[in-house]
């Protein structure tokens, strides 16, 4: 089958008709970007995608990395991938043109980014996390370190990762025990163990530089005591190349269900007492530098999830258009031939089910970064509301893409039918790189307790507040007949999400957060599919009027896709609203004993 990229005629409509990006070209940082500068930015992107990434995301998944004498060896496509990626110029994409970057928009970055997620995630994620622990170091690190490493890896000479998870601890970061003793140079030595880490070796680069958490003997316990370091493969010489190997040794790699090109290494720092580390920032705040890149992360692993969603629902579209079996069940004249499976009700019910889900769950992205941009470049207000919106819903744009663009896998393995789970068809692995998406940088579980046990509650609940606000913006500016149905129920749900935001805060005031949070799936299925609710409002908004003839298909797509959702997925979570209000205990009352 030919490859699946982001069709250029959706992203134009995301980026220009729904969420306006031409308006951010009025703004200084982007005032030397236009329309055309970005469809430059995107014609680069999409031919090194399909030339560059795509010849190589089956043999990378195939012929995974491998653990050989001590360290790893990789297949030479993924270092060419690299090495023209950075050479385009796109790890450095929103970078400042004084940094030698291009200052696109953060959104005109993450579609370009898209391009290459969507056709080879395993390879991309290199360079994804390398430009986000580079973002860690430019916002926290010393003159010095900034100095010493930035520059390198945003030139792709270094490449980055973070270094969180220890075998005991998983996602509870408050037990780490790596610790960094302080020496008389103003550096430390680490010693411990960390696993999951992606990205921890490889072959692509001179050096790489681990961000890695560590708490200082005698600081506070748990999350407060944790601090931020730079730990480095190698140590640099005092002209800042890689010198001696630092005591960092890959003690193995995690063979992954999906995502196998990009390497899972367990690594150990100290084995020699040898493991010099650099410290970020002051003391104790560790966790705090490190959100950043984790609340980046976690956007950009809803984004390649929503991509991967996309990516097999356009699979199996081309499948079911080509496939013949069957006829009409009000047809069955057996001399007549068979039909294209898309002619079936039921396939057709895959097929938009997916449609409504991964395009839900691109524009939930795209709308994510489109903040970054506001907290960035816009006015004071503006950027505060932003980056306290933003905030809020991280935990939604990371997990709702996740669950959502994995169901839609799912279901186009069931329209390629016994082809589907076979490694013959690419749905197969489609559907395994994107199983590990809902466990990335937090399970839902977690971000479930993230989002009802303090998202909602910061600033007095103003995020909630401006969420509300924002979607009862879109439903009052809703005009067309064909859309008003949609405005209407998603205002109907505004109201039942504020009930079951009460009802938790009382059972929290009651019962304690042990009770309260029991639910905490239930309240971020509620939020998360309200939010993709109302992407499809705004998408249908849009959609409505465009008024070319070739945009006509497109236009009644988009409204379909709507329709169904509103009509068949958001009554879904009226179930949860009314669960958290009863206060449901089915959980609780499960006594650990009687499974």
Not at 110 to 139: D, E, H, W
Not at 343 to 357: G, I
Not at 387 to 411: H, I, R
Request: hydrophobic share 40%; glycine share 8%.
């Amino acid at each position: 089958m030919s490859d699946v990229i982001l069709d250029r005629r959706d992203l134009r409509f995301q980026l220009f008709e729904v969420l306006d990006t031409d308006t951010l070209f009025e703004r200084e940082r982007f005032a030397e970007h236009s329309r055309d500068t970005i469809e430059a930015a995107l014609d680069t992107a999409e031919k090194l995608a399909r030339e560059k990434f795509a010849d190589h995301n089956s043999l990378a998944d195939k012929e995974e990395p491998q653990f050989v004498d001590g360290k790893v060896v990789m297949r030479p496509e993924v270092k060419a991938a690299f090495d023209a990626y950075i050479d385009a110029g796109f790890l450095s994409s929103r970078a400042s043109f004084e940094e030698g970057g291009m200052q696109l928009p953060d959104i005109a970055a993450a579609a370009c980014k898209g391009m290459f997620t969507c056709v080879n995630p395993s390879s991309t994620a290199y360079a994804f996390l390398t430009a986000a622990a580079a973002n860690v170091i430019r916002n926290f690190a010393s003159d010095e370190l900034k100095a010493r490493y930035l520059e390198p890896m945003m030139q792709g000479r270094f490449t980055g990762t973070m270094a969180l998870t220890e075998p005991h601890a998983g996602s509870s970061l408050a037990d780490i025990r790596t610790r960094a003793v302080p020496q008389d140079d103003g550096s430390y030595r680490l010693k411990g163990n960390k696993i999951f880490i992606s990205g921890g070796e490889n072959e692509l680069a001179d050096n790489i530089v681990h961000l890695v958490l560590a708490k200082i003997p005698g600081g506070p316990e748990g999350v407060k005591g944790i601090s931020l370091f730079v730990v480095p493969k190698y140590r640099l010489d005092e002209q800042g190349n890689p010198g001696p190997r630092n005591d960092v040794i890959l003690a193995g790699l995690i063979h992954k269900l999906g995502y196998r090109g990009t390497t899972s290494t367990a690594l150990t720092f100290g084995d020699n007492d040898d493991c010099h580390g650099y410290l970020v920032g002051e003391a104790h705040q560790g966790l705090r530098y490190m959100f950043q890149m984790m609340n980046e992360a976690r956007v950009g692993v809803g984004f390649g999830a929503a991509l991967l969603g996309y990516r097999g629902y356009r699979y199996a579209l081309d499948y079911a258009r080509d496939r013949l079996q069957g006829r009409h069940p009000d047809a069955a004249d057996f001399s007549k031939p068979m039909v294209p499976i898309i002619e079936h009700a039921d396939v057709r019910r895959l097929l938009l089910t997916q449609k409504a889900y991964a395009e839900a769950a691109l524009a939930m992205s795209f709308y994510g970064y489109r903040l970054v941009d506001e907290i960035e470049s816009g006015e004071a207000q503006s950027s505060r509301d932003a980056e306290l919106l933003l905030d809020l819903l991280t935990p939604v744009l990371k997990t709702w893409p996740s669950e959502y663009g994995l169901k839609a896998n799912d279901m186009a393995i069931q329209v390629f039918g016994g082809a589907g789970y076979t490694r013959e068809y690419p749905v197969e692995q489609v559907w395994r790189d994107n199983r590990l998406n809902p466990i990335h940088e937090g399970t839902t579980g977690v971000h479930g307790l993230d989002l009802l046990g303090r998202k909602v509650w910061q600033a007095n609940g103003k995020g909630m507040q401006l969420l509300a606000g924002k979607i009862m913006a879109d439903v009052e500016a809703t005009s067309d007949v064909r859309c008003k149905p949609f405005a209407t129920a998603l205002q109907a749900m505004l109201p039942k999400i504020q009930a079951a935001t009460e009802a938790s805060g009382k059972l929290m005031a009651d019962k304690g957060p042990r009770v309260a949070l029991s639910n905490g799936n239930a309240y971020l299925q509620l939020v998360g599919h309200t939010v993709a609710a109302w992407m499809w409002l705004r998408q249908a908004n849009a959609a409505v009027k465009l008024d070319r003839p070739e945009d006509e298909d497109f236009a009644n797509g988009k409204l379909m896709a709507a329709t169904y959702f509103f009509r068949w997925e958001l009554p879904r979570v009226e179930l949860d609203a009314q669960r958290l209000v009863d206060a449901d205990s089915t959980f609780m009352d499960m006594d650990s004993r009687w499974f």
